[in-house]
């Protein structure tokens, strides 16, 4: 169970690709007419649209990786629109703190339940013993680079795996996908969807979002009992295999990074080895199992890719039409219901 499996945090969606059909804009990818700063990139895709009205409205696939990692390849045609436009949007308002708290309270179990009443026993012993291994070996993951910056591993594990027993069973899996050593190294710079809302508020843009948090976190909820049993399972039998030895951490953040720097954007919307299906699917599962994994996956897609790219789409064209006068930014990239407060430590 890649963590691309059930979370599509990294995975671009490009929401208003059908809504101009008939309408008054083209949508369309922009000409890098910059020189580029690597290479490689020459030919390659800015991930930046342009759609044509006056003033243009710009819609720019974000990453939801330290901005560090990505930053210098942004072609400068992208950073030039983020400057020139008035008004920047993004899925979730992730300055607000509304938007914080109520990522953190739909996570919980409801009634004051304790994962320990809701997991069967042996489960969650797995669980406990496997937090309990992350918990011991965080503050040998982090860079003397983290420790400059005053981050502790306790502070580190409470502010990732806080409060854990009190979590839904889907988000603890998220979680535990999230506490690998490479994903703790990142920790600490801001994403670069955050780092671009913050930069927005400097600059003293309007900023908004175009998701309400229950409408990424609802659906991650949606999951069945057995469905959330399964992958919780799965996820778990893949780190203990990690923590083994036995298995190579079986997806890459820095194949997405390497493929986002590159502008390679079939490889990072397209390619379900990196983004949505790889190992979770797997052909060893015996065939229940692969049908569970299979309706899992077509859930998620259903749910968090296809239904909200409709959603987000038809929010950029109302922002658009409602405000004929003002140039958009808009920065979208990932689900941050998914994500939010899994991958930012906040600082
Ligand atoms: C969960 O959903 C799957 C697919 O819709 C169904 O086959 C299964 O019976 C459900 N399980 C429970 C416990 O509701
Ligand atoms: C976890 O998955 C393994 C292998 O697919 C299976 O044998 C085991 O029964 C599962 N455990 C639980 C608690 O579902
Ligand atoms: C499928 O699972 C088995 C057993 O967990 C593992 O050895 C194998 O590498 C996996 N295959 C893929 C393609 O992920």
Redesign the pocket.
């Known amino acids: 169970l890649s963590p691309w499996a059930l979370c599509p945090t990294s995975v671009w969606l490009p929401p208003v690709l059908a809504l101009c059909q008939g309408g008054p804009c083209t949508l369309c990818p922009s000409v890098t007419d910059q020189p580029l700063l690597s290479p490689q990139q020459g030919e390659l895709n800015s991930f930046l649209w342009t759609i044509r009205r006056n003033p243009p409205a710009y819609l720019f696939g974000t990453i939801h990786v330290p901005y560090t990692r990505v930053w210098d390849f942004i072609p400068d045609n992208s950073k030039a629109a983020f400057h020139a436009s008035s008004s920047v949007y993004f899925e979730l308002d992730l300055t607000d703190p509304y938007t914080i708290s109520g990522l953190a309270s739909c996570q919980m179990l409801p009634h004051g339940e304790n994962l320990q009443d809701v997991l069967p026993r042996e489960l969650y012993r797995r669980l406990k013993r496997h937090l309990d291994y992350i918990k011991l070996m965080l503050p040998h993951w982090m860079t003397p680079d983290q420790r400059g910056k005053g981050l502790y591993a306790d502070y580190l594990f409470n502010a990732i795996a806080g409060n854990w027993e009190r979590k839904r069973p889907v988000w603890v899996m998220l979680m535990v996908n999230s506490l690998t050593e490479t994903d703790i190294r990142s920790r600490g710079v801001p994403v670069l969807d955050l780092y671009l809302a913050q930069e927005a508020e400097r600059m003293k843009k309007t900023t908004g979002a175009v998701e309400r948090v229950e409408e990424q976190c609802h659906p991650l909820n949606g999951l069945n009992f057995s469905q959330v049993l399964f992958a919780l399972n799965q996820t778990l039998?893949?780190h203990e295999?990690l923590r083994a030895g036995?298995?190579q951490a079986?997806y890459t953040t820095e194949d997405l990074i390497k493929h986002y720097n590159c502008g390679d954007l079939n490889a990072v919307i397209f390619n379900h080895d990196t983004s949505q299906v790889?190992?979770f699917i797997?052909?060893?599962?015996p065939p229940h199992e692969q049908v569970t994994a299979q309706e899992i996956d077509s859930y998620f897609r259903q749910e968090l890719i296809y239904k909200r790219n409709e959603r987000m789409g038809k929010r950029v064209m109302t922002l658009l039409r409602e405000n004929a006068d003002k140039s958009f930014f808009f920065a979208f990239g990932h689900s941050q219901g998914v994500s939010g407060l899994l991958c930012f430590v906040p600082c």
């Open positions: 039998l893949q295999s036995s298995l079986p790889p190992n797997n052909t060893t599962l």
